[in-house]
């Protein structure tokens, strides 16, 4: 089970950082994502990241504005947004995908096999 924190109401321009840790475990051999979802859409890739966290991907709406990170000693991946635009509004989904040999940026949601419940981020204009 992964748990999310840090989201909120944000004017446009401003900046949030998402938080993201299992309830029990450790995400050591899993690569972590983060996907989207806003009203009337599909759930969408925004960021993903290798188990050792020296390789990044990023979907080309958040290119340059968000950036995801891990920390093992606090077992916890975070996403950092800066330059936040009422497109960036949606409901914020943290998922792990088992990646034993660390060499994967899984991005498609079927990649993933466990998600948080979601955090909701609104950017006012």
């Known amino acids: 089970q992964l748990v999310e924190s840090g989201g909120g109401l944000v004017q446009t321009g401003g900046s949030l950082r998402l938080a993201c840790a299992p309830t029990?475990?450790?995400?050591?051999?899993?690569?972590m994502g983060w996907f989207r979802q806003a009203p009337g859409k599909e759930r969408e890739f925004v960021a993903a990241?290798?188990?050792?966290?020296?390789?990044?991907f990023y979907a080309d709406s958040v290119k340059g504005r968000f950036t995801i990170s891990r920390d093992g000693a606090k077992n916890t991946v975070y996403l950092q947004m800066n330059s936040l635009k009422p497109e960036d509004t949606a409901v914020y989904y943290c998922?792990?995908?088992?990646?034993?040999?660390?060499?994967?940026?899984?991005?498609?949601?079927?990649?993933?096999?466990?998600w948080g419940q979601g955090t909701q981020v609104t950017v006012s204009s």
């Open positions: 998922a792990a995908a088992w990646s034993p040999s660390g060499s994967t940026t899984p991005a498609r949601r079927s990649d993933y096999t466990y």
């Open positions: 029990g475990g450790t995400f050591s051999g899993y690569a």
């Open positions: 990241i290798r188990p050792s966290g020296g390789t990044t």
